[in-house]
């Protein structure tokens, strides 16, 4: 071999001159045997990188349903079980949420009491119009005309008592932002608009709004800050805080017993309950806990927090570092139900390790708050049917949460015939385990009949407010969708 006394490394690495055969043969043995220790290190390395890969790479969990189908209270229980620090340190903030929730209802019972006072007035008067009084929520049902009631002095004095609650009612709707707002019937729009075969003129709001935004970081937990002190706020914007929040608690201190007179009061019930309408039913019932919650020490309790109703706007990201499994990150994504933010949820389908599907089966009888033409559970199925068909996720874990079960035995048990609303329930036993055993099945066929592969069928009942039971259940759900997480990060 010729080497250039120009070239001082071929020179460094080159042979001895006078090398004897032997000599060659134990340099190039040595050689070989320094070359599979360096490959063996280099091997090592890259698989440390690729483990060291797989675990970093976080968990992600799409919730997914209709709004009002439970998806930020599972996603509350997930932060309750696994976040306890964050959770303690919102726990405060929850209070104004809850004052609202409590507000808003007792709001909607005025606004009844309101219109059956005013129709019974205009009864009493010969030849005047019957045409109730107009007060803010139109969604409620018309006023039972021929009933009677003997509505007092006491009646009035309520009425007028509560007045100022409209105000604290609109100031913390504007503190809150609009996660503070309910959708309102809006424009007519597609169930599923992320869904590549509605055509493109039903998939899009017409105007594009806030609900329509693909991802916010934090979303109701803006909201919320709003409302927690923080060493940033400067001494004056604490004072105006401080100040406002006052003036809020002050009114509605003020308004205690007449919210206590107003939901005990036995003529007021008996509206309710011609109307049929059961508050109790509703997100953000507060009006059992009056007594407790009204109170310059209450502090909102975990199952508070879960009860109370913010919506979720956009699609927000929550980080959760569970203990278990070696401080693995969990990205969990919690969308806005309501049918003008779905087309968002499709740019999450790609990189998603699990989804977990919600329907309240309590729903069978409700319509949807945007489009008050269409049936809820009609609405879950056609949104059940869409996710199950989707290429994109078909080998994805879909998990179903029938949730709201807590709220579907209350309706059963206190008469409602579920054949009534859905005929092709037959003349099946009208009680709580057939009634859910019926959804299963019609949910299970249509999994299968619409996923493009097969795909197991994982179901939960659940009513997601019960914190206990709901741990039990996230226990499981989290094994799974962990051991699903690391066989795929294993194929990579
Ligand atoms: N009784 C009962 N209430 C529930 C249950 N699950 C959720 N809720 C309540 O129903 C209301 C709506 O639940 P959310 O979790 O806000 O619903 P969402 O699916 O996040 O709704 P959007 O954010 O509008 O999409 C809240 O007040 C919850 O506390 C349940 O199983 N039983
Ligand atoms: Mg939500």
Redesign the pocket.
């Known amino acids: 071999m010729f080497i250039s006394a120009d070239d001082p490394l071929a020179l460094a690495i080159a042979p001895p001159r006078n090398e004897t055969p032997e000599e060659k043969d134990a340099r190039e043995t040595a050689e070989l045997e320094a070359r599979r220790i360096s490959d063996a290190i280099d091997d090592q390395i890259r698989q440390e990188r690729t483990a060291l890969k797989k675990k970093k790479k976080p968990v992600k969990v799409l ?1 997914l ?12 229980n997930f932060q309750l079980q696994h976040a306890r620090h964050e959770w303690a340190e919102e726990r405060a903030s929850w209070r104004a949420v809850i004052y609202l ?1 409590l507000i808003r209802n007792i709001i909607r019972v005025l606004d009844i009491l309101i219109r059956e006072m005013s129709l019974a007035e205009s009864e009493k008067r010969p030849g005047s119009s019957t045409t109730p009084e107009c007060v803010s929520d139109s969604d409620e049902e018309t006023p039972s005309r021929g009933m009677s009631y003997h509505f007092t002095d006491k009646h009035s004095f309520i009425r007028r008592r509560l007045g100022p609650l409209r105000s604290v009612q609109i100031d913390l709707e504007s503190k809150l932002g609009p ?1 503070a707002q ?2 309102r019937s809006a424009t007519s729009m597609s169930a599923t608009p992320f869904d590549s075969t509605v055509p493109p003129s039903q998939s899009l709001p017409k105007r594009p709004s806030r609900d329509f935004g693909v991802s916010s970081t934090n979303g ?1 937990k803006s909201a919320l800050e709003k409302l927690r002190p923080s060493m940033m706020n400067s001494a004056r914007l604490q004072r105006r805080r401080d100040a406002d929040h006052n003036e809020i608690t002050d009114v509605l201190f003020g308004c205690k017993e007449a919210m206590l007179d107003l939901w005990q009061d036995p003529v007021v019930q008996q509206v309710l309950a011609h109307r049929k309408m059961k508050i109790e ?5 507060f009006l059992n806990d009056i007594g407790r919650i009204v109170t310059h020490d209450y502090e909102p309790t975990d199952s508070d927090i ?8 956009g699609i927000q990201q929550h980080r959760v570092v569970m203990d278990e499994g070696g401080g693995k990150e969990w990205l969990l994504y ?5 049918r003008s ?1 779905r087309a968002a949820w499709a740019s999450y389908f790609d990189d998603v390790d699990a989804i977990i599907f ?1 329907c ?1 089966i ?1 729903c069978f009888d409700e319509q949807l708050r945007e489009d008050r033409r269409v049936n809820r559970l009609e609405d879950s199925y056609l949104l059940w049917k869409s996710v199950c068909s989707s290429r994109i996720l078909a080998k994805t874990d879909i998990i179903l949460f029938l ?5 579907l035995q209350k309706k059963i048990q206190r008469g409602m015939c579920i054949k009534d609303y859905i005929p092709s329930y037959g003349d099946r036993k009208n009680d709580t385990i057939t009634v859910m055993r019926y959804f299963q099945q019609h949910f299970k066929e249509i999994s299968k009949q619409h996923s493009p592969d097969p795909r197991p069928f994982f179901l939960h009942f ?5 914190t206990k039971a709901t741990a039990a259940t996230l226990g499981v759900v989290e094994e799974s969708i962990l051991r699903a997480h690391l066989r795929k990060a294993d194929l990579l």
């Not at 919690?334 to 309501?338: E, F, H, L, N, S």
């Not at 949730?403 to 709220?407: L, P, S, W, Y």
């Not at 659940?462 to 019960?466: F, Y």
């Open positions: 919730l349903g209709q709004s009002e189908s439970g998806k930020s209270a599972t996603l509350k929730n996660e309910e959708v109701w039913d509703s997100p953000g019932f879960v009860r109370a109703r913010l919506r979720t706007v919690d969308v806005g139900g309501a933010s919600l309240p309590s949730n709201k079960c807590d709220i659940t009513s997601v407010i019960d």
